[in-house]
């Protein structure tokens, strides 16, 4: 075969994907898409180094085999010029992360821009990680939980003292106690180690509360 076929197949292939990837794909929510992520962050790694490996951890097993194609693809077409290398470096970031998510059993939406505001939590993790303690975090999460708790408890309680006055009253109390109850499950569920990845929870969380 050609050598310059080699490179023709894959730079034809990666355009195409990427023109698919900019154009359908809406906003995402979630760490692992944002282009200062810890995914991303192995991927730069992985391009600079010119070795696959630091991605491989991101994924699941059955996707290995397709992310070292992307990879190579992307190292072949990088070499084409600045312009190609940026696409070929955006197009091994979408792969990547759309796989680490697949196998997370979570959606993949596109790419968040670096420094997007992801909340304390996150942020949190991420510190208590490369600091090397997580007392900072767990105050956080505590003092949050302990006041979301009390809130809806109160909110609940109070219109509880009403429920019977009126049709309308009482819908207001269920209102507020389904809302006390389903923030209490979900913090259980969380605890037990039943949350999934990201959008996956809120889409699980959203589906509970439709069942009630």
């Known amino acids: ?86 696409l070929a470096d955006t197009y091994f970031f979408e792969t990547l992360v759309r ?19 992801l909340g304390p939590a996150v942020k949190g993790a991420d510190e208590a990680l490369q600091k090397g303690t997580v007392e900072p975090l767990v105050k956080l999460i505590t003092e949050e939980v302990a006041s979301g708790i009390r809130k809806r408890y109160r909110e609940a309680l109070e219109r509880k003292k009403h429920a019977e006055d009126s049709p309308q009253a009482g819908r207001a109390f269920v209102e507020a106690y389904v809302e006390f109850v389903h923030y209490v499950e979900r913090l259980d569920l969380d605890v037990r180690g039943h949350a999934g990845h990201h959008g996956a929870t809120e889409r699980t969380h959203m589906k509970q509360s439709q069942d009630h």
């Not at 050609?2 to 906003?27: E, M």
């Open 99 to 117: 796989l680490h998510r697949a196998g997370e059993g979570a959606p993949y939406d596109g790419l968040k821009p670096a420094g997007t505001d």
């Open 1 to 86: 075969m050609n050598p310059k076929a080699k490179i023709v197949l894959p730079t034809a292939l990666l355009l195409s994907a990427l023109f698919v990837s900019f154009t359908i794909q809406p906003a995402v929510h979630a760490h692992c898409d944002t282009l200062d992520g810890p995914v991303i962050i192995s991927a730069k790694t992985a391009l600079e180094r010119g070795t696959v490996f630091p991605v491989l951890k991101w994924v699941k097993k059955e996707y290995e085999e397709e992310i070292i194609s992307a990879f190579g693809q992307t190292l072949a077409v990088r070499k084409l010029g600045p312009e190609a290398k940026r």
